[in-house]
């Protein structure tokens, strides 16, 4: 069963959600937090440190989609852990799913972002693809920049192919995101949120070979294949991270503070 606590349950009760607890008083920031469940004994039941930024951001791969938009932060399988970001999601519906199991995504539209300039810059450019198998009307999703900026972009009339891309600039939009922008990608009718990423202070693009993470290309290519030159023959392979106490005189000691790291190249050239 589920249990919601909310800020204003009566809103929630208009909408058929019974049972709710509340009002909570506190507030959950839009950044990121901590949250703890506790126990009446005190211990720690359970707890996540969400985050608003995607890939690009260090503090973790949590989707961008839940940030501003209506969308809530939904957990994918309920039995796994809760720390883990990759088991979270954009909730399906527009308002999340209060007291109900959590929706799959595996039915939303396979279109999805795919390329994206740096924030500011005067080549500014948004790349979509269609992933599946159909061709999709283009005119039935919205672009939304949240932000800097606040613009509501029709998609034009134009059907995208399987595998195909529809790329929209600057001139397109209106104005030029930057740095720190939320782009969301909607549909028009229902509002939700097919896909979303944050705007960086550089070129961004999916690479499929690395299970559809935000990298960064090594060069602009709208409306083709993304492309990277990914560096990865030098590895680390070995870690002394705990050295033994050098012995002294009986029983005095003194702390060894020998450290070290291995590197390995395992490629074929200097």
Request: no cysteine; proline share 7%.
């Amino acid at each position: 069963g589920y249990l919601v606590i909310a800020a204003d349950p009566a809103t929630l009760a208009t909408q058929g959600v019974a049972g709710t607890l509340g009002p909570f008083s506190g507030s959950l920031s839009n950044g990121g937090e901590e949250i703890r469940l506790v126990n009446n004994s005190g211990r720690q039941m359970d707890r996540l440190d969400y985050d608003d930024g995607g890939p690009w951001n260090q503090g973790g791969e949590w989707p961008v989609g839940p940030d501003g938009v209506g969308a809530t932060l939904a957990k994918i399988n309920e039995n796994r852990t809760s720390e883990a970001p990759d088991n979270w999601q954009t909730s399906v519906e527009a308002g999340g799913s209060p007291g109900a199991a959590n929706g799959s995504r595996s039915g939303l539209p396979a279109l999805k972002l795919n390329e994206i300039a740096a924030g500011g810059s005067g080549t500014f450019f948004v790349e979509l693809q269609n992933r599946g198998s159909t061709p999709i009307n283009a005119d039935q999703f919205v672009l939304r920049i949240d932000g800097a900026l606040n613009i509501d972009y029709l998609l034009p009339t134009q059907v995208i192919g399987p595998e195909g891309y529809l790329t929209i600039d600057a001139s397109n939009l209106g104005a030029t995101p930057v740095d720190g922008d939320r782009i969301f990608l909607l549909e028009e009718t229902t509002q939700a949120v097919l896909d979303a990423q944050r705007v960086a202070d550089r070129l961004q693009g999916v690479s499929v070979a690395a299970q559809d993470r935000w990298l960064y290309p090594s060069g602009a290519t709208p409306g083709q294949d993304n492309l990277f030159a990914l560096q990865d023959d030098v590895v680390i392979n070995e870690i002394f991270y705990h050295a033994p106490p050098q012995y002294a005189a009986a029983p005095d000691y003194v702390e060894n503070d020998e450290e070290w790291l291995e590197l390995y190249h395992r490629g074929d050239s200097p």
